[in-house]
T-cell receptor
Framework: EAGVVQSPRYKIIEKKQPVAFWCNPISGHNTLYWYRQNLGQGPELLIR????????DSQLPKDRFSAERLKGVDSTLKIQPAELGDSAVYLCASSLPKSNSYQETQYFGPGTRLLVL | AQSVTQPDIHITVSEGASLELRCNYS??????LFWYVQSPGQGLQLLLK??????LVQGIKGFEAEFKRSQSSFNLRKPSVHWSDAAEYFC????????????FGPGTRLSVLP
């Protein structure tokens, strides 16, 4: 069974440029998560989707970050414009749906490492 | 909102020695508790999880963790460490109530001496 797929694996951009990350979850996993992991820290949840609905985006900096999951499968996370402080690893995870949401095991992709110069 | 602390930033143990990684959480009720491991260049992998019932939880790779409500702790243990266990370990807390958050601790980096 294929795991969570993310692309690109690495991205280097200059500040003020836009950037997008793509995630394909495990087949059948209706719940999808985006995390940001700064160097030396634990992942921080940015947004959680149940199918195509964003049900928890309280931690997403909405002035510059946006996400979509139009058909309830693949998802894209965008930053526009990027700032120096956005340099981090962006992780995507997926899980089976559960009414209380966080009971199910999350399966993580390898992440996209972003460097903003 | 819940929070997680992992008091040890970095731990070094010798191969074959026992291991205990500490995790303390803050939450108004009994949370869902998880331990994940992140090896260099790899994604996060679940080691074990606790929801209810027996407070001693067995996981993969010979790891176990014990939930202690009175201490708000969920420490991870392994009786004999292997060199391949060198990695970053994260404790995480998931809220039981819909709409609340999922929080990772800052992580503990484990080094293993031959």
């Amino acid at each position: 069974e294929a795991g969570v797929v993310q692309s690109p694996r690495y991205k280097i951009i200059e500040k003020k440029q836009p950037v997008a990350f793509w995630c394909n979850p495990i087949s059948g996993h209706n719940t999808l998560y985006w995390y940001r992991q700064n160097l030396g820290q634990g992942p921080e949840l940015l947004i959680r989707y149940e199918n195509e609905e964003a049900v928890d985006d309280s931690q997403l900096p909405k002035d510059r970050f946006s996400a979509e999951r139009l058909k309830g499968v693949d998802s894209t996370l965008k930053i526009q414009p990027a700032e120096l402080g956005d340099s981090a690893v962006y992780l995507c995870a997926s899980s089976l749906p559960k009414s209380n949401s966080y009971q199910e095991t999350q399966y993580f992709g390898p992440g996209t490492r972003l460097l903003v110069l | 909102a819940q929070s997680v602390t992992q008091p040890d930033i970095h731990i070094t143990v010798s191969e074959g020695a026992s291991l205990e990684l500490r995790c303390n959480y803050s939450y108004g009720a009994t949370p869902y508790l998880f331990w994940y491991v992140q090896s260099p260049g790899q994604g996060l992998q679940l080691l074990l999880k606790y929801f209810s019932g027996d407070t001693l939880v067995q996981g993969i790779k010979g790891f176990e963790a014990e939930f202690k409500r009175s201490q708000s702790s969920f420490n991870l243990r392994k009786p004999s460490v292997h060199w391949s266990d060198a990695a970053e370990y994260f404790c995480a807390v998931g809220a039981r109530n819909y709409g609340q958050n999922f929080v990772f601790g800052p992580g503990t980096r484990l080094s293993v001496l031959p």
